[in-house]
């Protein structure tokens, strides 16, 4: 496998002769860091179908049910990159711990909460406690081995976990409001916060002074930072719900590229940056970026148009629907135990490419077949889950191998917020193009055929639209790993390799 160990410089002041050789070595590590994950994926997906029931039970408005969901990703999503920075200042195990205490205390707070506004209040307690355990959980994850193909392993196995809590999510929810208050939906936090917190407590070690970057945080930065990726992620929601024809959205927009542009000339001017952006120099980090964005574009157009076209277009109903979903979890499921082999057999660049490949593919089949039989649809949704599998855990890899030791979480932190980002932008795109084709209201009577034709056919423009930009962002990464290794070659390497070869 190509670049097997981190170098004897990453690791320096570590003990490398304590680092565990097989996952079993590391089972309360990895048991306490999987936690993390579900308790993650299980906050954002549980929770959804007890919204109906929320609104009853708290009378709440509209507004005040979309702010219940809205407000955790928009927290979410916004502090990573700050939280990343304070972890590689203050120790990643030393966040995570209280990053996890936060999350417990906000899910337990739930019991105490009789209106939407309180609800929404420890949404973003709970937004917050994510976004101190996100980025430190890949790091954490990361320094647990020293060999590429543990580390696969070990992202493989946290990462299904927390796809099982997807999967299930629904479904228990839907159980637990059968026979109890939807309260119990936040409050099942709590035990798994417990586990996560004593497996990562006893089960790996603190950072030592070498890994930690001591340098002050830039706070203007930080603040530039969270504002403009908070309003990229709003911006996304304000098109799809006001449509491009009011000024909100665009304000938004505006604003957002403004702080974008401010956080980045703060980055070049700052005698400590939050961020080096010397770090999208390296190989490694800049590809493995491209890759996150590329997927989180595209396969955003996916999961917002299916669920769409099959209660809508199709008239299935909610909970046909979400089987129809089905396949697209299962097989990120089934795929995660043969990432390894895959990568073991064609290297990590390689096996990005495939699963890049995979994904393409299964949006071309959505987008010029899905409009046909449901047959497309689950072909599209099982080649995308199982590209986009493949190629998140390499790309993730790719990314935390190419940082600095000391800057393991921010690079995490990059990693998320690029393709949450990404999502975000390609959701707006594909519903850009869907309100522009539709007149009126979506969710309204039975569709004619007409409004079914329209409708598909702005489908299937978005979905391409988001598919060619994929291609050209994957095409420019696929390019620089080309060079890059070409580079690393010695010349009597590249002397004995033809043009033929090379090309």
């Not at 961020?275 to 390296?282: H, Y």
């Not at 299935?316 to 089905?326: E, I, K, M, S």
């Not at 932190?413 to 850009?432: C, F, P, R």
Request: proline share 4%.
């Amino acid at each position: 496998m190509e670049r097997k160990s981190i170098t004897a410089e990453r690791v320096k002041g570590a003990d490398r002769t304590a680092m565990p050789r097989t996952l079993r070595a590391a089972w309360p590590a990895l048991a306490g860091l999987a936690a993390v994950f579900l308790i993650e994926m299980l906050d954002t997906s549980v929770l959804n179908v007890a919204l109906p029931t929320i609104a009853r039970d708290l009378s709440a408005s509209a507004s005040e049910l979309q702010w219940t969901s809205g407000s955790y990703a928009l927290v979410f999503g916004g502090l990573m990159l700050a939280f990343g920075a304070v972890a590689d200042r203050f120790g990643r195990r030393r966040v995570m711990l209280i990053g996890l205490a936060v999350f417990g205390l906000a899910s337990l707070s739930i019991l105490l909460v009789s209106s939407p506004i309180e609800l929404i209040i420890v949404r973003v307690f709970i937004g917050i406690a994510a976004a101190m355990t996100a980025p430190g959980s890949m790091a954490l994850s990361f320094r647990l081995f020293d060999d590429d193909a543990l580390r696969v392993r070990a992202t493989a196995l946290i990462s299904t976990v927390g796809l099982v809590g997807i999967a299930i999510g629904p479904t228990i929810g839907g159980l637990v409001l059968a026979v109890a208050p939807w309260q119990v939906l936040l409050l099942v936090n709590v035990p798994i916060t417990l586990l996560a917190f004593l497996g990562i407590r006893f089960g790996i070690r603190a950072d030592t002074t070498s890994e930690l970057h001591r340098v002050p945080i830039d706070v203007l930065g930080a603040l530039l930072g969270t504002a403009a990726i908070v309003l990229a992620l709003l911006a996304p929601t304000l098109f799809v719900d006001l449509g491009a024809h009011d000024p909100w959205p665009w304000i938004v927009t505006v604003t957002a590229v403004a702080g974008l542009i401010g956080f980045l000339l703060r980055q070049r001017l700052a005698a400590h940056p939050l961020i080096d952006l010397a770090l999208f120099q390296r190989p490694s980090v800049a590809t493995g970026l491209t890759h996150q964005a590329a997927l989180g574009l595209a396969t955003a157009g996916l999961g917002y148009t299916v669920t769409l076209q099959l209660q809508l277009a199709w008239g299935w109903p909610p909970a046909l629907a979400a089987l129809g979903t089905l396949p697209q979890v299962l097989a990120m499921i089934a795929i995660g135990p043969l990432v390894e082999r895959i990568v073991t057999k064609v290297g990590l660049d390689r096996a990005a490419a495939i699963g890049s490949a995979a994904v393409i593919v299964g949006l071309l089949a959505y987008a010029l077949c899905g409009h046909y039989h449901y047959t497309f649809i689950a072909i599209a949704l099982v080649l995308v889950a199982a590209g986009m599998r493949i190629t998140m855990i390499t790309a993730t890899i790719n990314v935390m191998r190419g940082l600095p030791a000391d800057r393991t979480s921010i690079g995490a932190a990059l990693n998320d917020t690029a393709q949450e980002i990404a999502s975000g932008i390609g959701t707006a795109v594909v519903g850009i193009i869907i309100a522009a084709s539709i007149a009126g209201a979506l969710a309204g009577a039975s569709w004619s055929p007409a409004r079914t034709a329209a409708f598909q056919n702005s489908v299937t423009l978005g979905v391409l639209a988001l598919t060619a930009t994929s291609v050209v962002l994957l095409a420019i990464a696929l390019i620089r790993t080309a060079l890059d290794r070409n580079r690393d070659r010695t010349p009597a390497e590249r002397a004995s390799t033809g043009p033929t070869q090379q090309a």
